[in-house]
């Protein structure tokens, strides 16, 4: 039996995948422990995994720091609010640390693979975004445009070393606390490469292939998805409306802040009675609502029980719910709002699953509708979609990271 844990920080889609990998870790004998923020302290419980608590309200932050503010600065807002917080949770993931064997490391919390140097415990990069440098394409937290070879490389490369700045003298503390070198971030980037650090990719090669210019320890391994449900039985208004006409289409934006409530859930109303589909709206953090004979709200309902039942999925091209959207075999409408979410988008664009991203900034009803029209009745996006999701089904992300665990700890238990 090895201790796991994980370092998960963010919104709920950073976090929700581990509930899966923590699951199958513990059915093969492990002991799991996922520290993470106070939100989502219920979901990890649910599935029987130990829960660490990690400061911070990402919720509450999301919603009321982020969501009055334009979209092009989201993405430096969020790395600003991470580092607001980093000494409590740099000391909150040390608390956890010192009762693992192994811990599993996920951005933007690196400075636990520091904190397991210190300890003299392994760890693993467990990430679901591509930020290894490569000449194949840009960095995925920056743009969606090739910035050519040499320059997709370079930048990557001093984005993984800026990101670390306003967290440089926390982390600088607690090298000296565990007894490690002064290291500045690059040099610290460079000793992790030079040591072969593993970083396992949470999503598919077939969506993202593997780059060439990659050295073997960095892979993608197919998507880690959230485990199931236990208990969940959908609302009796839920599968009233479901039963009620043909299937409709979801919309959603999960953890994403929204500027007005209100004028976005007119909006969605308006483009799917124009698409002349009906639609499932998923509240989200953002609190959207519906109020139409047509349109039903909901609360949270898992992705895996209420995809595979949708017409097509609109939603923020979050790496899970892209995922999500993926395994179920439905077309999709990207929205994206803030850091890699364009990528996704663009990937989901050349996968053939969708007839195109729009972006939040540019969502009108009636660029939404004619997507939707276009989702929905054009049999190519299903098609293609429903070939991918049988590639997907064959791969086992979850399997891959057990195998890696074993092997770092093969002498710990």
């Known amino acids: 039996m090895v201790r796991v844990a ?151 490369h001093l984005l993984l070393t800026v990101a670390q700045r306003p967290f440089r003298s926390v982390v600088e503390g607690l090298r000296a606390e565990l007894g490690l070198p002064a290291a500045s971030p690059s040099a610290w980037l460079s000793s992790l490469e030079a040591r072969q650090w593993p970083i396992l990719y949470g999503y598919s090669p077939l969506v993202v292939p593997v780059p060439p210019d990659w050295p073997a320890w960095y892979r993608p391994v197919g998507y880690f998805h959230p485990a199931p449900e236990p208990d969940f039985a959908p609302a009796p208004e839920l599968e009233r409306f479901l ?50 004979e047509d349109v039903l709200a909901v609360g949270e309902v898992p992705h895996e029980w209420l995809f595979p039942r949708m017409a097509a999925v609109v939603h923020h091209a979050g790496a899970g719910t892209s995922a999500a959207a993926l395994r179920a075999g439905v077309p999709q409408v990207p929205v994206p709002v803030m850091v890699d979410q364009p990528f996704w988008a663009k990937r989901l664009d050349r996968l053939g699953v969708t007839p195109g991203p729009i972006p939040m900034r540019k969502l009108r009803a009636q660029r939404l509708a004619e997507a939707l029209k276009a989702a929905t009745t054009d049999p190519r996006y299903r098609e293609r979609a429903q070939a991918l999701a049988a590639a997907l089904a064959k791969e086992d992300g979850a399997g891959a990271v057990l195998r890696e665990v074993a092997r770092v700890t093969s002498g710990a238990a």
């Not at 996920?106 to 392994?122: D, H, K, M, Q, R």
């Not at 039963?243 to 483009?271: E, K, N, Q, W």
């Open 6 to 156: 994980v370092m998960a920080i963010g919104s709920r889609g950073d976090v929700a995948p581990f509930t899966g990998l923590g699951v199958r870790l513990r059915e093969a004998g492990h002991e799991v422990t996922i520290a993470s923020h106070a939100v989502f302290e219920p979901l990890i419980r649910r599935h029987a995994l130990g829960f660490h608590l990690l400061p911070m309200d990402a919720q509450e932050q999301l919603q009321t720091r982020f969501a009055d503010r334009g979209l092009t600065r989201m993405t430096i807002a969020v790395n600003q609010m991470i580092a607001e917080n980093a000494r409590p949770l740099a000391e909150a993931m040390l608390e956890a640390a010192r009762a693992a064997d192994v811990l599993l490391v996920t951005p933007p919390s690196w400075f636990a693979a520091v904190i397991a140097e210190g300890l003299g415990i392994p760890s693993i990069g467990v990430y679901l975004q591509p930020l290894t440098p490569t000449r194949e394409f840009p960095p995925a937290a920056l743009t969606a445009r090739s910035l050519g070879g040499w320059a997709n490389y370079r930048v990557a």
């Open 243 to 292: 039963a009620a006409g043909p299937p409709p289409v979801y919309i959603g934006f999960g953890s994403m802040p929204v500027r007005d409530r209100d004028a976005l859930s007119a909006l969605l109303v308006t483009a799917a009675r124009t698409a002349g589909v009906r639609a499932i709206v998923s509240a989200g953090w953002a609190g959207l609502t519906a109020d139409a």
